[in-house]
């Protein structure tokens, strides 16, 4: 099992050292498929003027950074991926630094402050900033679980689809409820973070009952959905064969163009590196074609946020 400093000093140094031999060179370079992380979070260290909610804690000790992000992509053969601003706060900022610094590597869905209405004005202009392709919402507190019943967040759907923004959406055990959101709003894209599922639900034996609601919403064309941050909803080690069936009934049930394999890297960072967390699609999933593999490691995520 890897410490936390194994897996950031060790992965990290032979990214490094890979960057220190010549140019980058990533999976697509070499057999021509674009890998692409649906999700991986940045963040700086806290500071006067970049500070966190009071009580939270990022996933890992220590900051993960844009320079941490890129040699470890390097590493793994990762050419492309999608920053997820964590919940630390609502900025958007350093993610789009990323973008700034790579702009051909790096995107971002940006967080919004949803309990607040006023944040409407935001949408007509929020493609405008370099990088930034649409927006992530989360609600996995009961606090924010609520504002998916009690009328809070109903502003934000239709005025995202009316500025025409895909939206990541995380709700573990709630995937149903966007069945209505799904059906009103048939031009916005949804895209369901980790299948709707983690590990608590895993551990309670709630799977196929949550994945299950998962399925339930392919029959809307404008939802797909991410293989992501799997080694968390996995009770075994890798290569996680306990998530095979789970996997192949999301993939039957949507296709490869609206499935979208991601990381979160840095969260259950003991039970995989980001080269494992590829080689596990590479290399265990005997399910999918090559062709299917090319759409769902790179391809259908570029599509489905336009990023050229």
């Given at each position: 099992?890897?410490?936390?400093?194994?897996?950031?000093t060790?992965?990290i140094?032979?990214?490094?050292?890979?960057?220190?031999?010549?140019?980058?060179k990533?999976?697509?370079?070499?057999?021509?498929?674009?890998?692409?992380?649906?999700?991986?979070?940045?963040?700086?260290?806290?500071?006067?003027?970049?500070?966190?909610?009071?009580?939270?804690?990022?996933?890992?000790?220590?900051?993960?950074?844009?320079?941490?992000?890129?040699?470890?992509?390097?590493?793994?053969?990762?050419?492309?991926?999608?920053?997820?601003?964590?919940?630390?706060n609502?900025?958007?900022?350093?993610?789009?630094?990323?973008h700034?610094?790579?702009?051909?590597?790096?995107?971002?869905?940006g967080?919004?402050?949803?309990?607040?209405?006023?944040s409407a004005?935001?949408?007509?202009?929020?493609?405008?900033s370099?990088?930034?392709?649409?927006v992530?919402?989360?609600?996995?507190?009961?606090?924010?679980?609520a504002?998916?019943?009690?009328?809070?967040?109903?502003?934000?759907?239709?005025?995202?689809?009316?500025?025409?923004?895909?939206?990541?959406?995380?709700?573990?055990?709630?995937?149903?409820l966007?069945?209505?959101?799904?059906?009103?709003?048939?031009?916005l894209?949804?895209?369901?973070?980790h299948m709707?599922?983690?590990t608590a639900i895993?551990?309670?034996?709630?799977m196929?009952?949550?994945?299950?609601?998962?399925?339930?919403?392919?029959k809307?064309?404008?939802?797909?959905?991410?293989?992501?941050n799997?080694?968390?909803a996995?009770?075994?080690?890798?290569?996680?064969?306990?998530?095979?069936?789970?996997?192949?009934?999301?993939?039957?049930?949507?296709?490869?163009q609206?499935?979208?394999?991601?990381?979160?890297?840095?969260?259950?960072?003991?039970?995989?590196?980001?080269?494992?967390?590829?080689?596990?699609?590479?290399?265990?999933?005997?399910?999918?074609?090559e062709?299917?593999?090319?759409?769902?490691?790179?391809?259908?995520?570029?599509?489905?946020?336009?990023?050229?």
């Amino acid at each position: 099992m890897l410490s936390r400093r194994s897996f950031l000093t060790g992965t990290i140094g032979a990214g490094a050292a890979l960057a220190t031999q010549g140019p980058y060179k990533a999976a697509a370079q070499v057999d021509r498929r674009m890998i692409v992380d649906a999700q991986i979070h940045l963040w700086k260290a806290e500071s006067e003027d970049w500070k966190w909610v009071p009580g939270l804690k990022p996933q890992l000790p220590e900051p993960f950074t844009i320079e941490r992000a890129i040699a470890m992509m390097d590493e793994a053969g990762v050419d492309r991926a999608v920053i997820v601003p964590p919940t630390l706060n609502d900025r958007n900022d350093y993610a789009l630094e990323g973008h700034k610094r790579y702009p051909n590597r790096l995107a971002v869905m940006g967080r919004i402050p949803l309990q607040n209405p006023k944040s409407a004005e935001l949408l007509p202009k929020w493609k405008a900033s370099p990088g930034m392709l649409g927006v992530r919402v989360t609600f996995n507190t009961p606090a924010t679980q609520a504002w998916l019943k009690d009328g809070t967040a109903d502003w934000f759907w239709p005025e995202a689809e009316k500025a025409g923004l895909p939206v990541m959406f995380l709700a573990f055990g709630l995937v149903n409820l966007f069945e209505p959101i799904a059906q009103r709003h048939p031009n916005l894209p949804l895209i369901i973070d980790h299948m709707g599922v983690n590990t608590a639900i895993a551990q309670k034996g709630l799977m196929t009952e949550m994945i299950g609601r998962t399925v339930a919403l392919a029959k809307f064309p404008n939802v797909s959905v991410k293989m992501s941050n799997l080694p968390n909803a996995s009770l075994e080690p890798y290569p996680y064969k306990d998530l095979t069936p789970h996997l192949k009934r999301v993939f039957d049930a949507y296709g490869p163009q609206r499935c979208h394999w991601g990381t979160d890297v840095t969260n259950a960072q003991h039970k995989g590196t980001w080269r494992q967390r590829l080689t596990h699609f590479t290399e265990t999933i005997d399910f999918m074609s090559e062709s299917d593999k090319d759409w769902v490691l790179g391809r259908s995520i570029q599509q489905k946020l336009k990023w050229a």
